[in-house]
């Protein structure tokens, strides 16, 4: 991938951490010029009160060979993603690639509680954040990348078409934004077919996020040790990274309108272009999830990584 996105333009909606952050640096790696958006800077913590900023992601973009550019944005703001768009026409006058991939709906999931149990400010807190936002960023974010052809977006979320049409995905509000968002890579590809430009939808597997690693005790450096507690995690989790080379092989795929309005894994994209995490694996999660974790069998990621 080295230099494969050299020239090209990229928004990353949400690079504060997780899997927007590990797009920004793959997307960096590839040789691309990255804007990193989010609400936490070296300034201040947002609402959500985690320590990564967009500087250090910016920063990671650099050290990786692109351009790291860090832009304080709350995505629920429309002035605010207006003016980003504004200020990338003004400084670059394009932009190739946006990638949608703000979250930030932890604090308000209520595991397995049904709607009419569930605290119904946290649900739509859930839809705000993650589907408004996607929503406000593409509106203003569109018209600058449709003015060439081959631009693409791509809708992160949580789960493929396949796996989410038929599994209840932790509460109704979850279910219903991480599928919202599947449809919305589908009617964006419509929207866009005309002017040469490709909208897929996303997913990594489990990822090893910050939050992720914290939950389980471990770090970058050692996260099989959590084989003690959670051996599905130690088999076949995958690094934020990995799912941001699929976003830059995706990008650089001359013939990327082919996927247009189609749902993807990290892991599946990984056979197909030949990228691999940061260990030299291809975790295959959403496989092994329902043929290994969920038939009931013992962690083993042979055959899946």
């Known amino acids: 991938m080295n230099a494969a996105l050299s020239g090209r333009v990229a928004l990353v ?18 040789g691309a010029v990255v804007y990193c958006t989010g ?62 991939d703000i979250w930030g709906g932890e604090d308000f999931i209520e595991w397995n509680t049904p709607l009419w149990a569930h605290d119904l400010n946290s649900g739509l807190q859930m839809l705000h954040l993650g589907l408004d936002t996607h929503l406000i960023t593409s509106h203003f974010a569109l018209p600058l990348l449709t003015r060439r052809p081959g631009g693409l977006v791509v809708e992160m979320t ?57 939950h389980f005790g471990v770090t970058e450096a050692n996260w099989r040790e959590a084989a003690g507690t959670q051996p599905h995690f130690a088999a076949i989790s995958e ?20 996927r247009t309005g189609g749902s993807y894994s990290s892991g599946a994209l990984a056979r197909e272009y030949g990228f691999t995490d940061t260990d030299g694996s291809q975790p295959d999660c959403w496989r092994y999830l329902v043929e290994v974790q969920e038939a009931g069998l013992d962690a083993d990621a042979a055959g899946y990584r």
Request: net charge negative.
């Open 39 to 100: 609400r936490t800077t070296s300034r201040h913590r947002s609402d959500y009160n985690r320590p990564e900023t967009i500087e250090e992601t910016s920063a990671l973009v650099d050290a990786a060979g692109g351009t790291g550019i860090a832009v304080e944005v709350d995505h629920r703001q429309a002035a605010e993603v207006e003016a980003l768009v504004q200020r990338i026409d003004g400084e670059r006058g394009r932009l190739d690639i946006l990638v949608n």
């Open 158 to 214: 949580d789960g493929t078409r396949e796996y989410n049409a038929e599994h209840y995905r932790v509460s109704v509000f979850y279910d219903l934004v991480k599928t919202a968002v599947l449809r919305l890579a589908f009617s964006q590809a419509e929207e866009l077919r005309s002017s040469g430009c490709a909208a897929v939808a996303l997913t990594p597997g489990w990822m090893r996020s910050e939050m992720m690693l914290e």
């Open 239 to 258: 690094s934020p990274l990995f799912v941001g080379r699929a976003v830059a092989a995706l990008a650089a795929d001359p013939n990327v309108l082919g």
């Open 13 to 30: 909606a949400g690079a504060t951490r997780g899997a927007g952050r590990g797009t920004a640096v793959a997307l960096g790696e590839a």
